[in-house]
């Protein structure tokens, strides 16, 4: 099985910045895309980022396109979520996902066959 672990999530104030990282671990990887989703109170599960295996293809939801930004670390098996100049609208509990056998980006959540336990991230005005 394989089991995801995200950190990094916590209380900052409306500008600052956080970063969220995301170990997987549990098995053997060969190739993997990886994303990044967020879900308020009372919302749905929205995709935030996503990348690709290689990590030289991205995805933004437009909301956060210009202020966060994805990597990955394939020898470490993690992925990360830089997020900055943060608004009280990304206030949100943060997900990671990962999508197994696969080198191309995926940008629905149900393509994704395993998720971490969430990590909450709050921006106060």
């Known amino acids: 099985q394989v089991q995801l672990v995200e950190s990094g999530g916590g209380l900052v104030q409306a500008g600052g910045s956080l970063r969220l990282s995301c170990v997987a671990s549990g098995r053997t990887f060969r190739s993997y895309a990886m994303g990044w989703f967020r879900q308020a109170p009372g919302k749905e599960r929205d995709i935030v980022a996503a990348?690709?295996?290689?990590?030289?293809?991205?995805y933004y939801a437009d909301s956060v396109k210009g202020r966060f930004t994805i990597s990955r670390d394939n020898a470490k098996n993690t992925v990360y979520l830089q997020m900055n100049s943060l608004k009280p609208e990304d206030t949100a509990v943060y997900f990671c996902a990962l999508a197994m056998d696969t080198i191309v980006l995926h940008l629905e959540a149900s393509e994704y066959e395993y998720w971490g336990q969430g990590t909450q991230v709050t921006v106060s005005s």
């Open positions: 990348i690709n295996w290689s990590g030289d293809n991205t």
